[in-house]
């Protein structure tokens, strides 16, 4: 089974999406990109300019690609390179993704760290990231060919909205290159070398010390409201998140037990290890559903620990559909570790044996006393003696000179232990007194 990618995805790399797609105007620059862009120029500007990578072609280097997809669960994309001093590597596509890394980026990483930097673009494949990734660097780009004709569209909140998801989402193919690397010790010095730290300089690095300034850096700008000001001006329009930050991100991420988790399904023969990773549950999907059906999701889905717990009270609620589920005393929809305790809420009416329980030496009328009215009051007798009442007093009333549904020997009026209004459900006991008036016809 694939893994997931939402089990890595980076909160903030979700937020920010969220975000950028609730701008006004997003959506009209999105349906413009995709009229003009095409996934297939790309392609051909690669094949006519860059250098295919291939098991013909550099392998040592297109070797390093097919054991990561296989970790992230995606296809193989093809690789490029480019000639360029800068080092760097991206991700570009839709359809069929590539990744393009640059001769530069040969010459400041030494071979052993080139998987890692793969491994961060396959990361963004796996992630979906790319199709946004290409329109979010057009854009920043200041591309305008498919902008022009939007009118009023204020286009600088979307570049802006644009940068900010673009830096976020780093961090979740960071989290990628973690699971594939089995460890942030690669990732970590990538970005000390992005950083400065060139493979040709004669001196040794320190991880720790790298550390210590992003920690250092983060406590710079957290603790100190015109810092974090700051940062958001002088870095508004960057499209990569800080490379200390990303660093200490990294290394906060290894240290949690969804990564330990991750790394051992990933580097499992067996599917056993699935077990231990979160599932995501739409909880509030479930309220309203038969809970049999949704025992059974959860029951498929791996949760061992589910309890039901039985509402008979709740009303305008069909029956056996569900009313609440917690998982883990938490209502919201998440990610769940299988072994949460569940909790589902469920409406179920009481039986008519469990009603007839908490009524001992009762009797249910089962009818209003509209029923009654207008029967033969002998007959009433009988029906009210048949369920077990035994205390009768019968009188007379005079019918009405007009006499208007009004019927001799039939019942008037009917009044049980002082209750002259009742409805089928209600209880008495046995020795309630019976009061039955009748009509007689005056002479």
């Given at each position: ?314 009303t305008k609620t069909k029956e056996g559909s569900i009313i609440a589920i917690t998982i883990n005393e938490l209502s919201e929809d998440g990610w769940y570790k299988r072994s949460d305790e569940v909790r589902i809420e469920y409406f179920e009416a009481k039986t008519d044996e469990e009603i007839a329980l908490e009524h001992p030496g009762e009797i249910k009328i089962g009818e209003n006393q509209k029923y009654f009215l207008g029967k033969n009051y002998e007959e009433v007798k009988v029906e009210l003696k048949y369920l077990g009442f035994t205390n009768f007093t019968i009188k007379e009333m005079a019918m009405s ?43």
């Open positions: 089974m694939a893994l997931d990618y939402k089990l890595y995805l980076h909160d903030s790399d979700k937020a920010a999406m969220a975000a950028l797609k609730a701008i006004p105007g997003f959506s009209q620059v999105m349906k413009a990109f995709m009229k003009i862009w095409s996934e297939q120029q790309l392609r051909l500007i690669n094949m006519s300019t860059n250098l295919r990578l291939n098991e013909k072609q550099m392998a040592k280097y297109y070797n390093m690609l097919p054991p990561i997809c296989t970790k992230l669960g995606i296809d193989v994309p093809e690789l490029f390179v480019e000639l360029d001093v800068h080092p760097n590597a991206y991700t570009y596509g839709d359809t069929k993704p590539f990744i393009v890394i640059t001769s530069g980026l040969f010459e400041t990483l030494p071979d052993e760290l080139i998987p890692t930097v793969l491994a961060h673009e396959c990361g963004h494949i796996a992630c979906h990231h790319t199709l946004y990734t290409t329109m979010g660097r057009a854009i920043l780009n200041g591309a305008s060919a498919f902008v022009s004709g939007l009118g009023n569209i204020a286009l600088y909140p979307i570049q802006l909205a644009f940068a900010y998801w673009m830096r976020c989402s780093e961090f979740s193919a960071d989290r990628a290159t973690i699971i594939c690397d089995g460890s942030a010790e690669k990732s970590t010095e990538v970005m000390m070398r992005f950083a400065g730290y060139d493979k040709d300089i004669m001196a040794d690095a320190n991880v720790e010390a790298f550390m210590e300034q992003a920690l250092e850096y983060k406590n710079l700008v957290d603790n100190n409201a015109w810092n974090k000001t700051l940062e958001f001006i002088l870095f508004q329009n960057y499209d990569h998140p800080l490379n200390a930050i990303r660093a200490y991100e990294g290394r906060e991420w290894e240290k949690t037990e969804l990564y330990k988790n991750i790394l051992e399904y990933v580097n499992s023969e067996t599917s056993d290890d699935e077990s231990k990773l979160p599932v995501e549950v739409s909880i509030k999907k479930m309220i309203g559903k038969n809970v049999v059906d949704v025992q059974a999701k959860l029951l498929t889905m791996g949760f061992d620990n589910i309890k039901t717990v039985r509402n008979t009270e709740a000179k007009i006499g208007w549904g009004e019927k001799e020997n039939c019942v008037a009026k009917i009044i049980i232990n002082d209750q002259s209004q009742f409805d089928k459900d209600s209880w008495f006991i046995k020795e309630s007194e019976v009061i039955i008036y009748y009509y007689v016809r005056v002479k």
